[in-house]
C-alpha cells in the first residue's frame, strides 16, 4: 500500500509526520483504520514530490526498488554509461475534442505508468495521453503530453497552452484573454470548419477562472512514428 510506504519514507528521512501531512494536504486519520487502506490519489502525489525531490517515485507507487533516488555521479555503474532516468507519472483521459466529450473526473486516479520524460522535460511533474483533434496539428491524438502544474493562476501567459481541469472536464486549449472579468478564452488549434456554415467546428469557450481546479503548463508533447519517437516542445517551454 502507498500509504504504508509514506510512513515508511518519513520514518527513514526522520521528518515529522503531523507536519509533513499538513503539507501535502492530508491528515494523521487517513493513514488510520479503513481510511489507511483507499487509495491515494493523484494530487497527493505530486505534492509529496514537491516536498521530497530525491524519492524514488517508482518505489512510492509499486514498492520495487530503492526508497531514495540513486546518486548516477557517485554509482559505480555510471561508468558503464547508464544515466538516472526521468520518470514522470503518466495519467490516462486528457480530453482535447468538443465540450460533447469531457470527462468526469476520478480524484483517486492513481499513474497508468511512469514513463521517461527524458532530458527535454526536466521540469514536468506529470504526463496525460492526447485524446481528440481539437488541438491538431499541435497535438495529434494518441500523443503524449508533458506537463507542469501552475498553482498560481496568476501566471498563466496568454497564447500559451494549458491543461486545465474542472469538475466537469479536462482539456487541453490556448488560452487567451476573455472580454468577460475573471474568465479565460479557451481556443482550439484546430481551424476546421462546417461546410454548410462555414463556421468552426472547434469554437473558442469562456471558462470561469474560479471553475479551474487545476491548472498545467504544456511543456511538449511526444508522439511515435513507426521506427522513431519525435519530441515537440511548446513555445513557453523553448524560451524558459
Not at 77 to 95: A, F, H, M, T
Request: hydrophobic share 35%; charged share 25%; glycine share 6%.
Amino acid at each position: 500500500m502507498i500509504k504504508k510506504r509514506i510512513i515508511q519514507l518519513l520514518e527513514y528521512k526522520g521528518i515529522a509526520k503531523e507536519e509533513f501531512y499538513k503539507k501535502i494536504g492530508v491528515t494523521s486519520a487517513n493513514f488510520r483504520g479503513k481510511a489507511s487502506e483507499t487509495p491515494v490519489n493523484s494530487k497527493t502525489i505530486e505534492n509529496i514530490l514537491s516536498e521530497i525531490s530525491d524519492l524514488n517515485l517508482e518505489w512510492l507507487l509499486t514498492g520495487k526498488g530503492s526508497i531514495l533516488k540513486e546518486n548516477v555521479l557517485n554509482d559505480t555503474s555510471s561508468q558503464y554509461g547508464r544515466e538516472e532516468k526521468n520518470l514522470i507519472p503518466l495519467y490516462d483521459g486528457v480530453v482535447t475534442a468538443g465540450m460533447q466529450e469531457t470527462a468526469i473526473l476520478d480524484p483517486t486516479q492513481q499513474p497508468a505508468e511512469m514513463i521517461d520524460a527524458g532530458d527535454w522535460f526536466r521540469d514536468a511533474t506529470a504526463a496525460m495521453r492526447v485524446h481528440g483533434d481539437s488541438m491538431y496539428p499541435e497535438y495529434k491524438s494518441g500523443s503524449i503530453a508533458a506537463l507542469r502544474e501552475v498553482k498560481n493562476k496568476r501566471l498563466v501567459v496568454y497564447g500559451q497552452d494549458y491543461l486545465l481541469e474542472t469538475s466537469e472536464y479536462r482539456v487541453i486549449k490556448r488560452l487567451q484573454k476573455s472580454d468577460l472579468p475573471q474568465n479565460w478564452l479557451a481556443c482550439s488549434v484546430n481551424e476546421e470548419k462546417y461546410e454548410s456554415s462555414g463556421r468552426l467546428i472547434h469554437e473558442p469557450f469562456d471558462v470561469h477562472i474560479d471553475d479551474v481546479t487545476r491548472l498545467y503548463q504544456v511543456l511538449g508533447n511526444v508522439k511515435r512514428n513507426q521506427s522513431s519517437i519525435v519530441i515537440h516542445t511548446s513555445k513557453a517551454h523553448k524560451n524558459t
